[in-house]
């Protein structure tokens, strides 16, 4: 195989591992391999947190860790939370959601389970074509008067349609609020993300941008709303012995949070090494008919913590096709969100017309792939990576007969 990105045309067996050629990484490349940051920084919060015998109920480190994410994000409250699951729950309910809340189906399911969870129905609305985020014009088209409010996810740390579901959500009375699990550190028109709607929440899981192994957090500007949300992560504790509100333990260790402070202290570096890699995957992709790039709106700032390459019907193999070619060569690239969350349970069986009124969430479920990318992935593993991508496609018919032939 070239290293220079050029298709290998002439071949009678391409050189692909689907053909029995040795794969092209000897181990398994991942999409979401964890950041850790500088090591002895981390064992030295360890030691601290280990000598000082004071694991979790909000330490020293978590109270540091939320005051540096209000301060980055331009919030006044921070309020960390176990996962960015419980954030989303512990904020659903902080907020009185109840009925029906209308939600993307293109996301993580845990979007949808958040609210399912509290027996709150998610009602799925369509996704814009390019943005893969919300539809206003689908939102409105599903509101009713069981609605209650709206979560917008910002996938792919790309912002919503933050002013249209704004103004929407004032006409109709909903409260508005933001899953930015891929966003921290993104913004939108020169404010950052997690400072829109009534709240946001980001997740820290360890395959996110900033990783405290598992965490999140929930943030906003609303003082009594933080409030509510630090009681109810802390089972509704005020104070010894005296629980003035219904709660759960959401809370986030000391141990994680340390964890955190440390990714954070290479957030900028992190972040400039998934930008060089993004632009390697535009470079050498660029010109593939049917194959094209997610492309960033210049009013914005990503952190491009996900390389999303969307393969169209005119391409020379399909999403799965590739996918499958790519595995092959241990190139885990993923088919998030298939097939959505609306053909997941328990929403396949509750809404089985659901898919009708999600015309181009069906079409992006079947043709977002995603490829691996962050610190441990170098530009040369990109210029290994591409190769792949080119051959098979250059060696389409082959390789459609050899997955007939299976
Ligand atoms: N909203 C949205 C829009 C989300 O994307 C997510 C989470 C949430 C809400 C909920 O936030 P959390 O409650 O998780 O904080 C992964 C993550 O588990 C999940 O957190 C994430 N979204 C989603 C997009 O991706 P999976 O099932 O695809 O893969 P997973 O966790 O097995 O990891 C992917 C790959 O990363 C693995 O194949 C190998 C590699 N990996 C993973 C872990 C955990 C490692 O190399 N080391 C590791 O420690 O969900």
């Known amino acids: 195989m070239s290293g220079s990105g050029k298709p290998l045309r002439s071949e009678k067996t391409p050189s692909l591992a689907i053909f029995g050629a040795a794969p092209a990484f000897a181990e398994k490349l991942h999409v979401g391999r964890p950041t850790i940051g500088d090591r002895n920084r981390f064992f030295e919060r360890l030691n601290d947190i280990l000598d000082r015998h004071w694991l979790t109920n909000r330490g020293d480190y978590v109270i540091e860790l939320e005051r540096r994410i209000a301060q980055a994000v331009g919030v006044r409250n921070c309020v960390l939370v176990c996962n960015g699951t419980v954030g989303l729950e512990l904020l659903t309910r902080a907020l009185g959601l109840r009925g029906e809340v209308i939600v993307p189906a293109f996301t993580f399911v845990a979007t949808a389970h958040a609210l399912q969870w509290q027996e709150i129905t998610p009602v799925f609305a369509d996704i814009d074509r390019d943005t893969h985020c919300l539809d206003p014009d689908s939102v409105e088209a599903m509101i009713t008067p069981r609605t209650s409010g709206i979560i917008g996810v910002h996938i792919w740390g790309r912002p919503c349609a933050v002013e249209p579901l704004t103004e929407l959500a004032v006409r109709h009375n909903l409260k508005l609020i933001f899953d930015a699990a891929h ?7 020169d404010r950052m993300i997690g400072s829109f709607g009534e709240a946001e929440v980001f997740s820290f899981h360890a395959t996110k941008l900033l990783n405290t192994f598992e965490g999140g957090a929930i943030v906003t500007n609303n003082d009594g709303l933080a409030e509510k949300l630090r009681l109810m992560q802390n089972f509704g504790f005020a104070g010894f012995d005296r629980v003035i509100y219904i709660g759960t333990n959401g809370k986030m260790s000391e141990v994680c949070a340390a964890m955190g402070l440390t990714n954070l202290e290479s957030l900028d570096e992190i972040i400039a090494g998934n930008e060089r890699n993004y632009r390697a995957y535009r470079k050498q992709l660029n010109g593939i008919p049917g194959i094209g ?3 960033y709106d210049g009013r914005d700032c990503g952190n491009y ?6 393969v169209d019907d005119d391409a020379a193999l399909s999403r799965d096709e590739l996918v499958e ?4 060569e241990n190139v885990i690239a993923r088919r998030y969100f298939y097939p ?16 009708l009124l999600l015309p181009v969430t069906e079409e992006i479920c079947r043709k977002v792939m995603v490829l691996p990318t962050g610190p441990s992935v170098s530009e ?21 007969e050899r997955f007939a032939r299976r």
Do not use: W
């Open 380 to 400: 040369e593993d990109i210029s290994r990576i591409c190769p792949v991508i080119h051959t098979a496609l250059a060696n389409a018919p082959a390789v459609r």
């Open 305 to 310: 913590q996900y390389v999303v390459a969307v």
């Open 183 to 189: 966003a921290f550190a993104c913004s939108h028109k």
């Open 293 to 295: 790039l997610m492309q």
């Open 325 to 328: 070619v790519l595995h092959a």
């Open 340 to 355: 959505g969350v609306h053909r997941m349970e328990p929403y396949r069986s509750y809404f089985p017309h659901a898919h």
